[in-house]
């Protein structure tokens, strides 16, 4: 049983560049260190550059990008607060730092974040239901308005979820007026490259549900066949002449593969800062440093 018996703290200088405490055998917590992390050493060198030049050039970020920085430099470092947590039975120590438990690109906190909300739908939103993954992309066109009007993306959304319900209906031999569908859609506004590319991820089940009439209280779930190439083609000139895409399913008993899916589109793409974060080599890690270095002093 672990309590805690200093509910917070603060470590004295320089305590968070110590080094950590020696472990038991039997230990298998390990403080992460975020601020020896090459990601760290990035923004920690260039983020007051950054709002000293945007100083200069009469400008600022917004309240939320510099809360997102300044939170991620404070995130797992003693310096700036920590729980002391103790084992009544053994009496070990350890001493938690706080998190940031930001969304933008912590990767400690967005994988917690990611890990949670993927289990989450597994669990208690989808449960052990065959569910298949939709995405839909659109032109530039329709980039730059989401962009610029986001109260536009819900409706756009909504004609979205209905008509693959209705084809989802016309597949399993249901009526669409009284089955009912589920979706869980994550709107990721970016691409792999960071550029905008406003586009829908959407968990969907694989099927409809229609109430039984013996058992109005336990409906009855009616599967749909995977889609062709053709149907495809015939949705997205439905939904506009957009880009579809649903190759990828998951069969109920699949847990594992459910959970991959659910994070798959709860997860941040940023999470590929973790790579400048956990870097294996440290060869590697100086040179991505140096390059995003060069990159920024080229800025």
Not at 23 to 45: D, G, I, K, N
Not at 51 to 60: F, H, K, N, Q, Y
Not at 151 to 163: D, K, N, Q, S, T
Request: aromatic content about 8%; proline content about 6%.
């Amino acid at each position: 049983m672990l309590r805690i018996s200093v509910l917070e703290g603060r470590a004295t200088p320089g305590a968070s560049s110590a080094a950590p405490a020696p472990q038991t055998a039997a230990s298998t917590y390990a403080r992460r260190a975020s601020e020896r992390t090459p990601l760290y050493a990035l923004v920690q060198a260039h983020y007051p550059d950054l709002i000293a030049r945007l100083a200069v050039e009469d400008r600022s970020l917004p309240e939320y990008v510099r809360e997102e920085f300044e939170a991620f430099l404070r995130c797992g470092v003693l310096d700036h607060g920590f729980l002391r947590v103790v084992c009544e039975q053994c009496h070990a120590e350890r001493l938690l730092a706080f998190s940031c438990r930001k969304r933008g690109f912590c990767p400690s906190c967005a994988a917690r974040r990611m890990a949670e909300s993927a289990r989450h739908l597994a669990k208690k939103v989808f449960g052990p239901r065959p569910v298949r993954q939709w995405v839909l992309s659109f032109p530039v066109s329709m980039r730059f308005l989401f962009s610029s009007r986001p109260e536009a993306i819900g409706p756009v959304l909504g004609i979205v979820h209905r008509v693959i319900a209705g084809w989802l209906a016309d597949q399993a031999g249901g009526d669409c007026a009284s089955a009912q569908f589920g979706a869980v859609t994550q709107i990721q506004r970016f691409g792999s490259t960071l550029n905008l590319n406003v586009h829908f991820h959407m968990l969907m089940l694989d099927g409809l549900y229609e109430p039984v009439a013996a058992q109005p209280d336990k409906p009855r779930l009616h599967r749909a066949r995977a889609p062709t190439f053709a149907q495809l083609t015939h949705l997205t000139g439905k939904i506009g002449g957009f880009s579809l895409h649903a190759g990828v399913a998951a069969e109920a008993h699949e847990g594992q593969k459910l959970e991959r899916f659910h994070a798959a589109i709860v997860g941040s793409e940023l999470l590929v800062f973790d790579d400048l974060g956990h870097v294996p080599q440290e060869e590697d890690a100086a040179r991505t440093v140096a390059a995003v270095e060069a990159f920024l002093r080229e800025r």
